[in-house]
């Protein structure tokens, strides 16, 4: 911030602009809503006032969804079923990591639709039935009807599946998605996922076995949903916008 705001300094002359008087500004008296669940992610003891952890906002995707009758017959087919999806993440691998991941789903007969989405999944050659391909589904349609997911760790699909009490497993691509692999870990909803960038297929079938049997991150994930699903208030977040100063103290 001084490196930005240095130019601006003669104009305020009896303001004292350092790195001490930036920090103590960001601590607090800069205003921040953090839009993250505080079920998933409990607001730390030395988290200061002004930062507001409010929840997380979710948008209706199913509006305008219709799923295809292959797909709800597969559905019915397979009751205890993961969703396997990336997002919008890519990697340089995505041949090479699909045939390792897709080829253990199938080794543990675990039925799982493969959400192909940006690329950073593809389809894999004679693939069993118990495997269906898709090339995007709304989450908040696909995830009540699942066991769980496994995804890239992004904050809003980790906190799509918590609010639908899914087991998560997380294989991190970028910055914040190590962070909420840990959070999943912690939280016992899930293990510890590797690395998009270190994918060994023997701790990823450690890691996948555990995922698809432990009875424990079943039940965690059923009541962090219970708990997750309803906190966010849309006159929350309004309120600290609009009477910013009634929410100093």
């Known amino acids: ?3 930005f705001l240095w130019k ?3 104009d305020f002359p009896s303001t004292k602009i350092n790195a001490k008087t930036i920090k103590e500004f960001e601590l607090n008296r800069l205003q921040t809503i953090y839009t993250i669940s505080p079920y998933l992610f409990p607001r730390p003891h030395n988290c200061p006032e002004s930062a507001k952890i409010v929840g997380y906002y979710f948008r209706n995707q199913t509006k305008e969804y219709q799923p295809s009758i292959e797909l709800e017959t597969w559905l019915a087919k397979y009751p205890k079923a993961i969703l396997l999806t990336f997002g919008s993440m890519s990697n340089t691998k995505p041949k090479e990591h699909s045939k390792t991941i897709i080829e253990l789903l199938q080794k543990h007969q675990i039925p799982t639709i493969v959400n192909t989405s940006w690329g950073g999944l593809e389809q894999v050659g004679n693939s069993d039935e118990s495997i269906f391909y898709v090339n995007q589904i709304p989450y908040d349609w696909i995830l009540p009807q699942l066991y769980g997911l496994i ?3 992004g904050s809003g699909t980790t906190h799509q599946g918590a609010a ?3 087991v998560q497993m997380i294989v991190p691509h970028i910055i914040d998605q190590y962070f909420w692999n840990r959070i999943i870990e912690n939280r ?3 293990p510890l996922g590797t690395s998009i960038h ?3 297929a023997s701790k990823f079938e450690i ?3 555990d995922f ?3 009875p424990v991150y079943a039940k965690n994930a059923k009541k962090l949903s219970e708990q997750i699903k309803f906190e966010a208030k849309r006159e929350t977040v309004l309120n600290l916008v609009l009477n910013p100063n009634s929410n100093r103290n």
């Open 198 to 200: 270190d994918l060994d």
């Open 151 to 153: 995804h890239h760790g």
């Open 1 to 3: 911030m001084k490196k």
């Open 207 to 209: 890691a996948l076995k």
């Open 164 to 166: 639908h009490g899914c």
């Open 212 to 214: 698809w049997t432990n």
């Open 8 to 10: 601006y300094y003669a």
């Open 188 to 190: 016992e909803v899930g």
